[in-house]
C-alpha cells in the first residue's frame, strides 16, 4: 500500500464502503453502455474519472465513433440531466447561455424582464463540434466551466450540480473550424483521444446496428449517490511522495535549470499548476474507481496523458520529426523516480536519449 503521511487522515468504514460500492456501479455502468457501445472502454473510464473529478473532458476523435451516443448513453446511466448543441459559425452566446425576454403580466399589465435559460442548463452538457464556433461563443462556456454559472444582464444565474462539458473537435478537417483558446482548453480536465474500434469491434458494431434492436437503458446511480462520489474523491488520502511525483510531470515541461534536453528541444511552452491538480484529482478519482481508497503512482501515470496532452505546446523540431506531447509525457514517465525527488538525479539522468 502507498505510504501515507501522518497528516492524512485514513479512511473511515463508510468511506471504504462507498469506494466498494462504486466498484460494483462502476461494472454496472460499463455494462450498460456495452449494449449500445461496443469497445471504448478505455474512453469511458477517462470520461467518469473526468466526471467524478468534477471536470470536463475533451473527446477528440474523427466522426462516426459514437463520441455523441457514448456521452448521452452515460448521462443516461447516471441519472443526469443531458442537453447537446450543434456548434456552428453562426451560434452566438445567448443560445448557449440564455437570455432575458420582456414578459406583461396579464393581470396587473407590468413589464418586466424574465431570464430564459439556455441548454447549458443541464447536468451533462454536449458541445459538439466546439471548434466551429468564433471564440466570442467559446467564450461564453468560460464562465460556466470555471464558475458553474452564467450572467446575463447583470443577474448571475447558478447551473445546476452537478456540471460537466463534454465536447467533442475533429481532429481531421480543419477548413471553417476555429482553434480554441489556451485559457479555454485549460478548463478541460482530459483531452480524451477516441480511436477506431478493432476489427472484432467492428464486425460487432455492424452486425449490432443493421438489425432491428430497440435497448433499454437501466440507470445505475442516484442523483445524490452521484454527489456523494464526488464528495469522497476529495477524502481519498494521498501521499506526500505521490505529490511530489504528480508535480514532476508538470514542472519538468516549464523552462528552467531543471528542464531535460529533450524537453528544452521540443516544448515551447509547458504546463501549469492546474495540470498538477488534475492529476492528483484524477489519480484518486481512478482509485476508487478501481476500488482502493488510496492513491498509487500507477494512478497518476494511467491519467497524464490525458491531462498533458492539450497543455503541452510543442515546437516546430517536435511538428518536423514527428514528436507528439504523447511522447514527452511517455519520456517524463520513464525518468521521474516513484518518490518525485529529481534534484539528486539531475542533470544525468535527464539528457537526450
Do not use: C
Amino acid at each position: 500500500m502507498t505510504d501515507l503521511p501522518s497528516s492524512t487522515a485514513p479512511p473511515t468504514e463508510s468511506d471504504l464502503a462507498a469506494v466498494e460500492r462504486l466498484g460494483v456501479a462502476y461494472r454496472r455502468i460499463v455494462d450498460q453502455l456495452g449494449r449500445v457501445i461496443v469497445g471504448q472502454r478505455a474512453v469511458v473510464e477517462e470520461l467518469l474519472i473526468a466526471m467524478l473529478s468534477g471536470g470536463h473532458a475533451l473527446l477528440v476523435g474523427v466522426p462516426g465513433l459514437a463520441k455523441t451516443l457514448m456521452v448521452r448513453t452515460l448521462a443516461e446511466t447516471l441519472n443526469l440531466s443531458f442537453n447537446r448543441i450543434q456548434f456552428t459559425p453562426d451560434l452566438m452566446p445567448a443560445d448557449i447561455t440564455g437570455t432575458e425576454v420582456i414578459q406583461e403580466d396579464k393581470l396587473s399589465g407590468v413589464r418586466d424582464f424574465k431570464f430564459i435559460p439556455g441548454p447549458v442548463f443541464a447536468n451533462v452538457l454536449l458541445a459538439d463540434e466546439i471548434n466551429r464556433t468564433p471564440p466570442k461563443t467559446q467564450a461564453a462556456l468560460l464562465e460556466a466551466m470555471q464558475e458553474h454559472q452564467v450572467t446575463t444582464g447583470g443577474k448571475r444565474h447558478k447551473l445546476p450540480a452537478p456540471f460537466f462539458v463534454l465536447a467533442t473537435q475533429n481532429p481531421i478537417e480543419q477548413e471553417g473550424t476555429y482553434p480554441l483558446p489556451e485559457a479555454q482548453l485549460d478548463r478541460f480536465m482530459f483531452d480524451i483521444r477516441v480511436d477506431y474500434p478493432s476489427e472484432e469491434e467492428e464486425f460487432e458494431i455492424v452486425r449490432q446496428t443493421t438489425i432491428a434492436n430497440t435497448t433499454t437503458i437501466e440507470k445505475v446511480l442516484s442523483y445524490e449517490e452521484w454527489l456523494n462520489l464526488q464528495a469522497l474523491v476529495l477524502r481519498v488520502p494521498v501521499a506526500d511522495s505521490v505529490i511530489r511525483y504528480a508535480m514532476q510531470f508538470a514542472r519538468l515541461t516549464r523552462q528552467g535549470d531543471s528542464m531535460p534536453d529533450f524537453v528544452k528541444q521540443y516544448v515551447s511552452w509547458g504546463a501549469g499548476p492546474r495540470a498538477s491538480q488534475y492529476l492528483i484529482l484524477g489519480a484518486k478519482a481512478r482509485a476508487i474507481l478501481h476500488g482502493r481508497p488510496y492513491v498509487s503512482v500507477e494512478d497518476v501515470q494511467a491519467v497524464a496523458a490525458p491531462v498533458l496532452r492539450h497543455r503541452i505546446l510543442t515546437n516546430f523540431n517536435a511538428e518536423a520529426e514527428g514528436i507528439r506531447p504523447d511522447d514527452i509525457v511517455k519520456k517524463l514517465m520513464s525518468l521521474i523516480p516513484p518518490d518525485g525527488q529529481v534534484n539528486h538525479l539531475l542533470p544525468k539522468v535527464f539528457k537526450t536519449a
